[in-house]
């Protein structure tokens, strides 16, 4: 076999370019990812009359992974069990996950006074359901696999935090949901819409856009000698940041969007932690700085805060000279 | 900051129906019914609103005291072996969204539920104190009863409309 001496130099950069893109074609394909993020304690949740080495978590991973196999999907498959804050928030951030399963237990109420619960915990208790609201424009699946789901996807919906998010399609049960049968769900879900459509990864990712022009600086310090948990910090109901648990302390500059109204400039330090959900969470305390206004902590007169799973600062304008 | 309480209290003995000073107690025992095998096929949950009344005899006459406390109860309906239900009932909020039918029955002001929704962090913060200080106490009655002395206490650190709004709201329910 021969080549036209005359053909080669247009043949060779062919090649080259026929390579690299197959080379590109097959590291997306390898670095797109299906993680299943699972927070339960398997001591905890066991079913009666079982042995002690039935492990949920052991469990869930074979039907992922026998699910995964009976579907043909190109995605990298990544489990975590005893997922936490933490976890949730670096896979969301991850812009190669395009598929997450969560399974934790959540609850979704409203009473029908003023009372409420809206939560999705993880094992330790703590609540991380703001964190959700990271979901960026690279993710196209998601599964809540918890009880009552679908309330929380269709409330966030509502509330727009997956506006930046246009391509994302979501499963969750409006019921209580048994962790595997919840999970065959998902999974069964996600097989369909590849039937559906075999290119369902292969998707426009949009920009996303900043939370605000408005810059901040925040100052977390340790006055404990245990390791301080990690936060959410949230703007009123709007998650603006996040901080990884710590025993040194931490700095974190965010853009934020100041309204005029100084209640919904609030910031909530959130451990996720309830009331009595541990004895004494160690937020630490926070020194915001802005040109803007300054933040002062919700306390008491003799200087204790008030709160026990969050802190407050409340929002002060800075007069004008 | 006294007669900011001395005001508030006056204010709500005005404006609340019963004739008597009520202290509200708001308190929630939190359960965590995530059990390990413990497989609930249904969990029916009603809230339970106790109203306890207690009279008291002092130099100047009989004092009446009402405590209203929520909490919230769960009961199993059915048990199925072998399911991890991943149900999560262990807490309670305070709720920002007032209803109409709320807001009529407890005979709200405008400022008042503006406050109400500007300030609903901190009432959930001191919920949350509440309910962690009094968790320690042994006795039901005795822990309503400091649930309703640490309302009084925190609620000085609330703006009167919020405080009085909560007042008016406990005992609407």
């Known amino acids: 076999m021969s080549f036209n001496l005359r053909h080669r130099p247009v043949i060779g950069p062919i090649l080259v370019f026929l390579c690299l893109f197959l080379l590109r074609v097959g590291s997306v394909a390898a670095t797109d990812k299906i993680v299943l993020l699972t927070s339960l304690d398997p001591d905890e949740n066991r079913p009666p009359l079982h042995f002690k080495s039935w492990d949920i978590n052991e469990k869930l991973e074979k039907r992922f992974y026998k699910y995964l196999k009976g579907m ?30 969560w399974v934790g237990h959540a609850g979704f109420y409203e009473g029908a006074g003023i009372a409420q619960n809206k939560t999705i915990i993880d094992y330790k208790g703590r609540d991380l359901k703001n964190l959700f609201q990271l979901v960026g424009p690279h993710l196209r699946y998601l599964g809540l696999v918890g009880c009552r789901g679908e309330f929380f996807l269709k409330e966030w919906q509502e509330k727009g935090w997956f506006t930046e998010a246009p391509h994302l399609i979501t499963f969750g049960r409006e019921v209580r949901t048994d962790a595997r049968k919840g999970l065959r769900l998902a999974m069964k879900e996600l097989k369909e819409l590849y039937k559906k459509n075999p290119n369902l990864m292969k998707f426009p990712i949009l920009k996303q856009h900043d939370n605000g022009k408005n810059k901040i600086h925040i100052y977390r310090t340790n006055h ?8 959410q910090i949230m ?6 940041g996040f901080l990884p648990g710590s025993l040194e302390n931490q700095e974190i500059s965010l853009s934020i ?35 803007q206004g300054q933040w002062e902590l919700f306390q008491t007169r003799t200087g204790q805060p008030i709160g026990v799973g969050k802190h407050i600062y409340r929002y002060k304008t800075i007069p004008r000279r | 900051m006294k007669s900011i309480i001395s005001c508030l209290l006056i204010a709500a003995t005005f404006a609340l129906s019963t004739p008597s000073k009520a202290i509200v107690g708001l308190a929630t025992d939190s359960e ?13 949950q009603i809230w339970v609103v106790e109203s306890r009344t207690t009279r008291r005899h ?11 406390t929520y909490r919230l109860v769960t009961f199993p309906a059915f048990f199925i072996a072998g399911l991890v239900l991943l149900d999560e009932q262990g807490r309670a909020e305070i709720s920002a969204d007032l209803s109409e039918e709320v807001i009529a029955a407890a005979e709200l002001t405008s400022d008042e539920v503006t406050a109400f929704k500007a300030e609903i962090e901190e009432i ?22 400091a649930a309703g002395r640490l309302w009084t206490e925190y609620s000085s650190v609330l703006s009167q409309d919020a405080a009085i709004a909560l007042a008016k709201i406990t005992n609407a329910q």
Not at chain 1, 76 to 100: C, G, I, M, W
Not at chain 1, 224 to 231: C, G, L, W, Y
């Open chain 1, 257 to 291: 969007e100041l309204s005029d109204h100084a209640v919904e400039n609030k910031i909530i330090s959130d451990s996720g932690y309830s009331a009595l959900g541990k004895e004494n969470p160690n937020l630490g305390r926070l020194e915001i700085q802005s040109d």
């Open chain 2, 58 to 68: 002092h130099r100047r006459g009989w004092t009446r005291t009402t405590y209203v």
């Open chain 1, 235 to 240: 703007q009123r109901e709007k998650l603006v």
């Open chain 2, 32 to 44: 965590e019914l995530a059990i390990a095998g413990l497989a609930l096929m249904d969990l029916s």
């Open chain 1, 224 to 231: 404990s000698s245990e390791k301080m948990d990690s936060i």
């Open chain 2, 124 to 145: 959930n913060s001191i919920k949350d104190v509440v309910a962690s200080e009094i968790s320690s106490i042994e006795g039901e009655e005795q822990r309503i009863e």
């Open chain 1, 72 to 101: 043909d999907v190109k995605l990298k498959p990544e489990v975590v069990h005893f997922s936490t804050a933490e976890n949730l928030y670096t896979k969301l951030q991850d812009r190669d996950v395009k598929a997450l399963i």
